[in-house]
DNA sequence: GTATGTGCAAACTTTTTGCACTTCG
DNA sequence: CGAAGTGCAAAAAGTTTGCACATAC
């Protein structure tokens, strides 16, 4: 995702372009790996200029809330960010707290067709994710 | 399930019966919308005797690693725990923040049989979990 | 110029830890 | 009795907040 992309997606939302909130975004992309609030602060403070942690909350906070970007949890006491790029999954595994992506249209097919035919009463679906749980094999 | 069901969990896994243990696995069968540490710490302050906060946070990571409970994360900034009980998967409402079980075995037979035949290079899959997004609807 | 965003440090919340004491088996 | 578990209080970790200052538009 090139800068403007990001830009455009900001201004979208009506949300000023500060270089903190590029910076930010940016990070999300780059650092693909759902990182923390930290891991953020710190690709910031490496590669760019300065940020405080309070910002890099304050900002994360406006992005999810603008649904720019999404929280996700796992089973450890962090909080992780991931850029909304597309419909996908999550590879989660418990021992190492990996979290890999994983998309596949074909399950994505297969669940929309089945909730399609058969709701969930009481409760309307936004969307489906899977975590699958387990271990990653070498080649990681 | 009964005490003594809990009693024999415990025991199976070589950990000691105290009336800590017993009542915070309790509490978390019968407080069991995924509560937090510190739901779980007042019911059995309110039901029961005391208890000390550093205790409950030791006894759930005891349970936790003997695969007796799960910790469940969903957004917001705390954990919560589950009772291990059966397959089940979640609806949740980022909403309000609130979890429910939901359990359908036509779709994890389906999940399973997709998975058997196409695996994931790389990865070996433990267990799939439906993370369904959503929102409840009046009757709840 | 003004509403919005940022930096900083202090406060808050949740979770962890160390150690003396207690209890299960 | 001894190993395992608990209470307590202090500390760590992560996140939020308030307010003065800065900046995007």
């Known amino acids: 995702m090139k800068l403007a992309e ?6 979208a939302k009506g949300l000023r372009v500060s270089p903190q909130r590029l910076s930010i975004f ?19 403070k490496k590669d760019h200029s300065n940020i405080a942690t309070g910002t890099v909350y304050k900002v994360l906070e ?3 809330s603008n649904g720019l970007i999404k929280k996700v949890k796992t089973e450890r006491d962090v909080m992780r960010y991931d850029a909304i790029l597309d419909i996908h999954h999550h590879l989660y595994c418990a021992e190492s707290d990996f979290i890999k992506d994983y ?14 035919k058969n709701g969930i009463p009481g409760f309307e679906i936004e969307d489906i994710k899977l975590q699958i749980n387990g271990k990653f094999l070498q080649e990681d």
């Not at 990001?6 to 201004?11: F, H, M």
């Not at 940016?26 to 910031?44: Q, R, V, W």
């Not at 297969?110 to 909730?115: H, I, M, W």
């Open 6 to 11: 990001i830009r455009n997606k900001l201004v």
């Open 103 to 116: 998309y596949n249209n074909e399950i994505n097919e297969l669940l929309s067709e089945y909730f399609k």
């Open 62 to 64: 406006s992005l999810v």
């Open 26 to 44: 940016e990070a999300i992309i780059k650092l693909n790996n759902h990182p923390t609030a930290d891991d953020i602060a710190e690709f910031i």
